[in-house]
């Protein structure tokens, strides 16, 4: 049994067919990458698995349980941690308190603790700068934030929306390497990114969506020296 699948999943935005019957699976212990270009349904693909929007047709199960089209706190609380496109992080809010919102669900105030110390070793930067408001800190250290936040859930699946988005090279590569690490560590990562390179660098096995539909997968190995990729994503 796949940890997540997504069966023959349909989205509509209006009169806009997002997706057209995407399939696809992420195993436990897996980083799984699914790369695209503009427009092509990626963000849609992570939106249908923390039901924030409807799937209209298909069939998307965790842990072998049907998540299809619950709330979003439901899925949270089974343990599937999104950190959405453009970070959305509350910037005129503290360090500390985005990273609060992200433990919403819990009452225990030592787990809270305990799941701040956690974040604090993946993101040393953080602690130093927890009074600070969100939105005075860098690009690198907001997508920080954004995984922090999404951390505090303690998911076993992370959803990542282009965490490369808009960062220099050098902290695409330190933001990379704690997402290498958390994997490590035992946490299963769907990463979404338009930086194709880096992402099946990282990753296990790789799918390309194009137009709302899967066109290839594959070891990311194999992807990466695949001339139709190259010529489409690595360019
Ligand atoms: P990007 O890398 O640009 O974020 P993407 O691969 O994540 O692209 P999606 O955001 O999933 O693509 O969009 C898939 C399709 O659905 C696109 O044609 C887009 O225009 C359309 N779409 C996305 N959100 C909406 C919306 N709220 N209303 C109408 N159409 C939408």
């Known amino acids: ?8 999943v349909h989205v509509y935005y209006g009169g806009v067919h997002a997706l057209k019957g995407v399939s696809l699976t992420v195993e436990q212990g897996e980083i799984v990458t699914l790369i695209g270009a503009n427009g092509a349904g ?4 992570l939106r249908a698995v923390c039901a924030q929007v409807k799937v209209r047709e298909g069939r998307v199960t965790f842990q072998g349980r049907d998540i299809t089209n619950q709330p979003t706190h439901e899925v949270v609380s ?6 959405p496109e453009g ?6 809010l503290t360090v500390k308190e985005n990273l609060d919102i992200g433990a919403f669900s819990v009452r225990d105030k030592s ?3 305990r799941r701040l110390e956690q974040v604090f070793a993946c993101f040393p930067r953080l602690k130093e700068r ?6 005075t800190l860098s690009g690198g250290e907001q997508q920080m934030l954004a995984i922090g936040r999404a951390l505090m859930s303690e998911p076993s699946l992370l959803l990542l929306d282009e965490p490369s988005m808009g960062l220099a090279p050098v902290v695409v590569e330190q933001i990379f390497d704690i997402l290498k690490d958390l994997n490590q560590r035992g946490t299963t990562l769907l990463l ?11 990753a296990h096995r790789g799918y390309v969506i194009q137009n ?11 992807l990466l020296e695949n001339e139709e990729v190259k010529a489409a994503y690595l360019a």
Do not use: W
Request: glycine share 8%.
């Open 192 to 202: 979404v990114e338009q930086n194709a390179f880096q992402a099946l660098q990282l």
């Open 78 to 83: 089974l343990g599937i941690g999104h950190v």
């Open 130 to 135: 927890l009074n600070q408001k969100a939105g």
């Open 87 to 92: 970070r959305r992080i509350f910037s005129r």
């Open 42 to 45: 990626k963000t849609t693909t």
């Open 212 to 222: 709302g539909e899967i066109r290839m997968a594959d070891a990311a190995r194999t």
């Open 111 to 113: 787990l809270v603790k």
């Open 1 to 8: 049994m796949s940890f997540l699948v997504l069966e023959n």
